[in-house]
């Protein structure tokens, strides 16, 4: 019996949906090369009442992850389904922290990109350089860097700096977004990623900078909580799933 007819029926319809989902947003990063060979993660939260949540299994390529390769693990990030796999204890201290503080974080997608470690190294942090910067800009965080993510000290302070928002960088580490779906967690990544390659690429000119005026940006502000009920996220999936399905439909195995 093939792996994905093994874990289709051991689990219910809303979960393989869901597994389809995170394996096609794995396949979605590695796409746009914000992937980092194995290092990064995305998790979801499973539908039902127990805390189960969905990562990749540690040591695929994200452009090699299916629905079902992703591993169900417990708030401690103990395997609840039997799988070949394992997962990457420093990456589910991330990400067991957010969904546990925040229950509408049903995604939470964590990056290594060139651009957004090199904006997370900045003093400023993000700037609001460009139209793209403002919606990441006006639900941003920080966190500041405490070493390789295997202390489960350091999670309340992690969750205590990204609070209710819905991006945050980490200090010297790389970019973190969640959403209440896999749709509306990658949008906000795309929007963060996007934003920090633009203002790389502005500071490589060695020219001044033009940032977006205040009143702008404090009505972005001033609208996020407004906007971010309805992300967009459900626009531009079903478009993306397409590109995946042209490309390699494998993700749905």
């Not at 540690?58 to 452009?63: A, P, S």
């Given at each position: 019996m093939s792996e994905k007819i093994t874990v289709k029926k051991q689990v219910s319809p809303e979960e393989w949906q869901l597994r389809i989902d995170l394996a096609a947003c794995y396949r979605g990063v590695a796409l746009y090369g914000w992937d980092d060979l194995v290092f990064t993660h995305i998790s979801a939260r499973v539908p039902g009442p127990d805390d189960h949540f969905l990562i990749n299994a540690?040591?695929?390529?994200?452009?090699e992850i299916t629905a079902s390769s992703l591993v169900k693990v417990d708030q401690n990030g103990d395997k609840?389904?039997?799988?070949?796999?394992?997962?990457?204890?420093?990456?589910?201290?991330?990400?067991?922290?957010v969904h546990a503080a925040r229950h509408d974080a049903a995604c939470v997608i964590h990056t290594h990109t060139r651009a957004g470690v090199?904006?997370?190294a900045q003093a400023e942090g993000l700037q609001p350089l460009s139209q793209s910067s403002l919606f990441p800009y006006a639900t941003l965080a920080y966190h500041d860097y405490e070493g390789v993510a295997l202390n489960d000290d350091e999670k309340p302070r992690l969750v205590a700096d990204l609070g209710h928002k819905h991006a945050l960088i980490l200090r010297n580490h790389g970019l973190l977004t969640?959403?209440?779906t896999i749709a509306d967690a990658f949008l906000m990544m795309y929007m963060l990623e996007t934003a920090c390659q633009i203002q790389v690429m502005a500071q490589s000119s060695g020219g001044e900078l033009i940032r977006v005026p205040t009143p702008i940006v404090d009505g972005i502000q001033a609208q996020a909580e407004q906007v971010l009920k309805g992300l967009?996220?459900?626009?531009?999936?079903?478009g993306l799933l397409r590109k995946l399905d042209r490309r390699d439909a494998s993700y749905r195995d």
């Open positions: 540690y040591g695929m390529m994200f452009e609840v389904l039997d799988s070949p796999y394992e997962v990457n204890p420093a990456g589910f201290v991330i990400h067991s922290a090199a904006v997370s969640v959403g209440q967009g996220g459900q626009l531009i999936w079903p």
